[in-house]
């Protein structure tokens, strides 16, 4: 070592660097020694500046390396670049001075295919969609005054800060029931599914409290969970892109609210979900409806009723104002019912009177028809009379007895009309037109006489 210093020139060792001057001859030899380089890598980390200009970084199994295309180059670009597309760039290796790191300044850009990670995120996706964990039909309303929210993510997370401080300041009165989880890194995808399932059993206990109890439990059931993380690349994202975290998502027995990433992020949790949200701020506005909004609608309420009893109390004051018109005055009403009572009274002595008359007519018209047609009925009756007397003369008995004829009856009066029931030396009683005789049967004949 000693030996290759006392080789070196002189001035190379006794020189004393700045670090501006030595980052520029850095790039300097880069230049010399790479320029112009042509580099294949998929883009991670893509953001284009209000400028124009565009920042990434291009990588592939092995390593990467920072780029910059500025807004001449990226405007030549001919599709849209986005994280995980496999790319060819043409540019120079350069050194940023101000913070002495490697870059590349990308001149040219050319799609060179769809990054590995990419076209796996494509190919889940498919297959999950196939399986119907995409579609709207299964996707569940939000609750509009959630009792509860789950939040899943990590306790060192930028999006934990932000979800919370939006929650405090519009529903300080929610609870919130965090269940920690790493969101990114390689046992990242295990620990999400395992702090949703926590959340799971959470209500699953709170539903058998409050059915075992009949009544409400004391800590309150979480209506919809957030699953939030802050912006990253495809990789730090790529723990939401796991099968079985979008399986446990679909399993969810309440709705769940994806908000991962920025708005330009798209993870497969975010499909699953019921809903997704841009950012985790805009996940926690969704399931806070502010207080300001809810006093607003208090007041509109109240606003609405007192207007619906004012116009309940004009129509009854206008049904009262008519009432009181039909009333008048007490003593109006009772000179008013009077006069009907005397009228009343008058017609009710007009028809006594008038039936009266009638009556005395119809009684003064009986009593002058009444022996006149008392007489006739009674010389009808006295002609019936005749008439029947006559007809029942005509059965007297005696008139047959006066004809020769005579009625007999044995010793107990039973009259006798056949010879053969006598004997011989009966007694009977035989009645003529004038007295009776008795006699005694001396024989029977058989046969009647005529």
Known sequence: MNDELKNRPTTALSRTWQVGALCRAIADSLDARFNPVTVQGEISGFSRASSGHCYFSLKDATGQIRCAMFKRAANLTEFMTRDGDLVEVRGRIDVYTPRGDLQLIVESMSQAGQGALFEQFLRLKAKLEAEGLFDAARKRELPIAPRGIGLVTSLGAAALHDVITALQRRVPHIPVIVSPASVQGVGAPQELCQALANLYQYNEQIRQLEANLMHKAARAPIDVILLVRGGGSLEDLWAFNDETLA?????????????VGHETDFTIADF??????????????????SRDAWLAAVDMMQERLQDAANRHLDTHNQHLDRTTQRLGRPAQGIGRQQQVVESQFQRMRFAMKSQMNQFQQNLNTQQTEFPVAFQKLLNESRHHLSQHAQSLSLLDPQLVLQRGYAWVVDATGVTVTDAKKTKTGQGLQVTLAKGQIDVTVASQAGDALF
Not at 273 to 289: F, G, H, I, M
């Open 247 to 259: 399986r446990t998502i679909a399993q969810s027995p309440v709705p769940v609210i994806s908000g």
């Open 272 to 289: 699953v979900a019921d809903l997704r949200a841009p950012t985790p701020t805009a996940a926690a506005e969704l399931v806070s409806q």
